[in-house]
């Protein structure tokens, strides 16, 4: 199998350990983050071969981030170091229900300095799938111009280009540069995967129809519309249907949710299941991790996957 390539700037994760306002927390426990870096968990998990490209600093962020890719058997072959620049990282809150407040040390980081002369020295030919997304084309100039070189050589090189928008407005200059540069980059992808409240940012609309057709006639073959626990909108060509999502006993962290959902997409893909399939494991993927604390510690193997969507589709009957 050729497998995957993905590029992205992982950072040091400290999560609390106590619900509180983020200044007021005592204790914090170290974890990776990083919305690609979840993704090339997610599918190394299932057995898939990985390789992720970034930048670290010289620090003990970047040892931490260099373990948990060698523990998840993540290819590093293009992993670089900086020895000026240091591995960003973010504090994350601990919540009872909804979304964590976050807070990011990332500005100048190691990854912030990717560029073209990086993706050089990637033989795209080795791969089969390449997945990139919003946020590594939000930090720098440079790292803009890295992103567009990768789809372009994976153009040429006939690989399968999935796009998640990961919108993260705190990182552009303004909304109306942030809309015109993810939609630019989603037209380039073969398989785009929006959510309906990014939808609402980048064309106007939460409605998973209106989104898949804004994409689809930019150039998009399929548009993959998350609605949380709805499930999905899927736009493949001229079919359109919807694919329900799986019941979660308790929401424990919603962060890495969209991430697993497109590791589901992607491995699905790879193994040439039917895309409905591909999906629907997607969304399984997602609800698992919503119910782990943690941004990809809840991504799960080949085995506690097919054991989840079992239990689910006999509690169905």
């Given at each position: 199998m050729k497998g995957l390539i993905l590029a992205g700037e992982p950072m040091g994760l400290l999560i609390a350990q106590s619900e509180g306002a983020l200044g007021s927390v005592t204790g914090y426990d170290l974890a990776v983050a990083g919305a690609e870096f979840n993704v090339a968990v997610g599918v190394a998990r299932l057995g898939h071969r990985v390789t992720y490209m970034t930048k670290l600093g010289r620090d003990p962020f970047g040892d931490r981030i260099i373990h948990v890719l060698n523990e998840n058997k993540i290819g590093t072959e293009f992993v670089a170091w900086s020895d000026e620049k240091r591995t960003g990282f973010m504090l994350k809150g601990r919540v009872r229900e909804g979304d964590p407040p976050i807070f990011y040390f990332r500005a100048g980081s190691?990854?912030?300095?990717?560029?073209?002369?990086?993706?050089?020295?990637?033989?795209?030919?080795?791969y089969s799938h390449i997945h990139l997304t919003g946020i590594l084309p939000a930090?720098?100039?440079?790292?803009?111009?890295?992103?567009?070189?990768?789809?372009?050589?994976?153009r040429k090189a006939g690989l399968t280009i999935s796009f998640d928008p990961n919108l993260r407005p705190q990182l552009w200059p303004d909304e109306r540069t942030m809309r015109e540069t993810i939609n630019d980059l989603a037209s380039r992808a073969d398989i785009v995967l929006p959510g309906t409240a990014e939808g609402k940012i980048l064309m106007g609309s939460d409605d998973p129809a209106a989104i898949a057709a804004f994409y689809q006639e930019r150039g998009a073959k399929i548009v993959i519309t998350k609605c949380g626990s709805a499930g999905a909108y899927v736009a493949d060509g001229a079919a359109h249907y919807h694919v329900p999502g799986f019941r979660v006993r308790k929401v424990v962290d919603t962060v890495g949710a969209g991430d697993g959902f497109a590791a589901g997409v992607i491995t699905g893909l790879m193994e040439e299941l039917p895309l409905a399939e591909a999906v629907r494991r997607a969304a399984a993927i997602g609800a698992i991790q919503v119910m782990s604390r943690g941004d990809n510690e809840g991504l799960p193997t080949r085995e506690e996957l097919d054991t989840f969507m079992k239990e689910a589709d006999s509690s169905d009957e």
């Amino acid at each position: 199998m050729k497998g995957l390539i993905l590029a992205g700037e992982p950072m040091g994760l400290l999560i609390a350990q106590s619900e509180g306002a983020l200044g007021s927390v005592t204790g914090y426990d170290l974890a990776v983050a990083g919305a690609e870096f979840n993704v090339a968990v997610g599918v190394a998990r299932l057995g898939h071969r990985v390789t992720y490209m970034t930048k670290l600093g010289r620090d003990p962020f970047g040892d931490r981030i260099i373990h948990v890719l060698n523990e998840n058997k993540i290819g590093t072959e293009f992993v670089a170091w900086s020895d000026e620049k240091r591995t960003g990282f973010m504090l994350k809150g601990r919540v009872r229900e909804g979304d964590p407040p976050i807070f990011y040390f990332r500005a100048g980081s190691a990854a912030s300095t990717l560029a073209p002369a990086d993706v050089e020295a990637i033989d795209f030919s080795a791969y089969s799938h390449i997945h990139l997304t919003g946020i590594l084309p939000a930090l720098t100039d440079t790292t803009r111009a890295a992103v567009l070189l990768m789809f372009e050589r994976a153009r040429k090189a006939g690989l399968t280009i999935s796009f998640d928008p990961n919108l993260r407005p705190q990182l552009w200059p303004d909304e109306r540069t942030m809309r015109e540069t993810i939609n630019d980059l989603a037209s380039r992808a073969d398989i785009v995967l929006p959510g309906t409240a990014e939808g609402k940012i980048l064309m106007g609309s939460d409605d998973p129809a209106a989104i898949a057709a804004f994409y689809q006639e930019r150039g998009a073959k399929i548009v993959i519309t998350k609605c949380g626990s709805a499930g999905a909108y899927v736009a493949d060509g001229a079919a359109h249907y919807h694919v329900p999502g799986f019941r979660v006993r308790k929401v424990v962290d919603t962060v890495g949710a969209g991430d697993g959902f497109a590791a589901g997409v992607i491995t699905g893909l790879m193994e040439e299941l039917p895309l409905a399939e591909a999906v629907r494991r997607a969304a399984a993927i997602g609800a698992i991790q919503v119910m782990s604390r943690g941004d990809n510690e809840g991504l799960p193997t080949r085995e506690e996957l097919d054991t989840f969507m079992k239990e689910a589709d006999s509690s169905d009957e």
